[in-house]
Nanobody
């Protein structure tokens, strides 16, 4: 059973920082691409950042230079992180951890963690 459990959300002031974590289980983590999405109120869910199984990151233009995605495969940590710096009010959203498997072809989501940035 695949489980993705996010933590680290909360309230931050504009210009501040937060670090999100996503602990994964039930997958071969070292072989799995991971991603962070977010969904603001009354908006569609959007991709924030992704990281390949070998650690290659990609970012949405809106967060480039401010957010950093990383992963920890060693010691069965099986965790992906999103370091968020220079936060803006428009970063306010529920942030979701995501992964995809090829066999079978499926997509998995965490329960989400709220990030609120006050201006």
């Amino acid at each position: 059973q695949v489980q993705l459990v996010e933590s680290g959300g909360g309230l931050a002031q504009a210009g501040g920082s937060l670090r999100l974590s996503c602990a994964a289980s039930g997958i071969i983590f070292s072989n799995s691409p991971m991603a962070w999405y977010r969904q603001a109120s009354e908006k569609q869910r959007e991709l924030v950042a992704s990281i390949s199984s070998n650690g290659l990151p990609k970012y949405a233009d809106s967060v480039k230079g401010r957010f950093t995605i990383s992963r920890e495969n060693a010691n069965a940590k099986n965790t992906v992180y999103l370091q968020m710096n220079s936060l803006k009010a428009e970063d306010t959203a529920v942030y979701y951890c995501n992964t995809k498997t090829l066999v079978p072809v499926r997509e998995y989501w965490g329960q989400g963690t709220q990030v609120t940035v006050s201006s």
